[in-house]
């Protein structure tokens, strides 16, 4: 059996409930970074690309999430974003989403698993 595709990004201790993690990687064998994230204790993990223009959240401030550290926000004109499914929650792309990746947590440890995904020798803060 094959062994699924697993790309680190930290030890599950390392993410606390509103942090997140910038990873860099190949998404469809394009150079992206993705959003991971905790909320309420769930792992989530986003394309940093925001709906309305071709983005990334953090592209104007070094945050993606708000000041209240409830939803993510666009740091380019201030869409905000539901943590836990991706959704705008903004007149502005109302009801588009975010790309979501497929995540898991493994032994104490933070994974991106999404087959779309390769690593690309990871930089992340
Ligand atoms: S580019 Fe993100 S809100 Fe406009």
């Known amino acids: 059996m094959r062994e699924k595709r697993k790309l680190a990004v930290c030890a599950s201790a390392d993410l606390g409930d509103r942090q997140h993690r910038i990873v860099h990687l190949l998404f469809k064998g394009k150079k ?53 499914t991706g959704e705008s929650l903004s007149v502005l792309c109302s009801g588009e989403k975010l790309e979501s990746l497929r995540s898991a947590e493994i032994d104490g440890q933070i994974y991106i698993t999404d087959k779309r995904v390769k690593s690309e020798l990871c930089s992340r803060r």
Do not use: K, W
């Open 32 to 84: 992206h970074t993705a959003i991971v994230l905790r909320h309420a204790g769930q792992v989530y993990a986003y394309l940093n690309q925001c709906v309305h223009m071709v983005r990334r959240l953090d592209c104007v401030h070094d945050a993606v999430f708000d000041e209240q550290q409830e939803n993510l926000r666009c740091s380019m004109h201030g869409i905000v974003y539901d943590p836990a």
